[in-house]
């Protein structure tokens, strides 16, 4: 078995039993600083997934998330949380647990170890998709077999891990390796990996959002209006992007079905909201393209 820095001892905390509470938590904030620079040091690699996985994504590909225990739970969070902000399909992020959806909420005794089970679980991949394989330690039997079968098909790989000498990255055809260090408790790597991990993610899903036109300077313009915080986020984008008042924008999110960009291009444009569509259609979707052409459809 590879070394495992995570199930190192910290020495920063060996003594955190006997603490006040105040003193403990400043010991758990002290090392989560640290996460943020790790972080800082994989930027590059962190940027080449994201170039990997937005030329996919323009090529109907998938980003789907591998992991055991707190790394499978993060992938499907962080899924999870891309339709209702960036208006994709359910189906273009995933995140897949060891053990399946029982085991987001129970842990399932052996899932991380099972070979086999990556194997079958990675069959859902095709050549155009990206397979993520998120691990700390980065040697789950489970991810290995994922790898397997995604290098099988010549799906894209990206391990991202928390070990140097993790096994995974020998696998994947780009690793991003964010070193925190040993855990504030001895081998739980919910703490700074899971952290780190998140952060990952982030950019990650932001990243190749934004490349493939789901945003619009930084406003959220692929959101879907589903709640009244929601409608009311939407109203104040269109204002701000149309510069208008919020209650032409309501007006004009009303007339269509909500759809924030329609709505900007149907003010800015100053036409109907099937010609709007027809300016989107014509740039793909795309906001900037459409606000920034002269000509008419």
Not at 277 to 285: P, R
Request: aromatic share 6%; glycine share 6%; with cysteine.
């Amino acid at each position: 078995m590879s070394e495992i820095i995570t199930e190192f001892r910290n020495e920063n905390t060996k003594n955190i039993d006997l603490l006040s509470s105040l003193e403990i938590v400043q010991k758990i904030n002290e090392e989560d600083k640290l996460v943020a620079i790790a972080v800082e040091n994989e930027l590059e690699n962190i940027a080449k997934a994201i170039d990997i996985i937005s030329k996919q994504f323009l090529k109907g590909g998938k980003l789907i998330y591998f992991g055991a225990g707190t790394s499978g739970r993060l992938g499907i969070l962080d899924a999870s949380e891309c339709p209702p902000t960036f208006s994709v399909d359910n189906d273009m992020v995933q995140g897949i647990i060891a053990g399946g959806y029982t085991a987001f909420k129970t842990p399932i005794e052996g899932a991380e170890d099972n070979f086999e089970a990556g194997k079958y679980d990675a069959r859902i991949l095709t050549e155009n998709d990206v397979a993520v394989l998120i691990s700390a330690s980065g040697n789950p039997k489970y991810l290995l077999g994922v790898a397997e079968q995604a290098n099988k098909i010549n799906a894209k790989t990206i391990a991202l891990t928390c070990n140097t000498k993790a096994l995974i990255a020998e696998e994947a055809s780009l690793t991003i390796c964010v070193e925190v260090g040993p855990e504030v408790i001895a081998g739980s790597s919910r703490m700074k990996a899971g952290t780190a991990q998140k952060m990952v993610l982030n950019m990650l899903t932001t990243g190749s959002m934004i490349k493939i036109g789901k945003t619009y300077q930084n406003f959220m313009i692929d959101l879907k209006p589903t709640n009244e915080k929601l409608k009311d986020r939407a109203i104040r984008i269109v204002a701000q992007i149309a510069n208008t008042t919020h209650a032409k924008a309501f007006e004009t999110l009303e007339k269509c079905n909500w759809e924030v960009k329609t709505a900007v291009v149907s003010i800015v444009k100053d036409v109907d909201i099937e010609t709007a569509k027809q300016y989107l259609k014509k740039h793909n979707g795309i906001l900037r393209k459409v606000l920034n052409e002269k000509e008419t459809v």
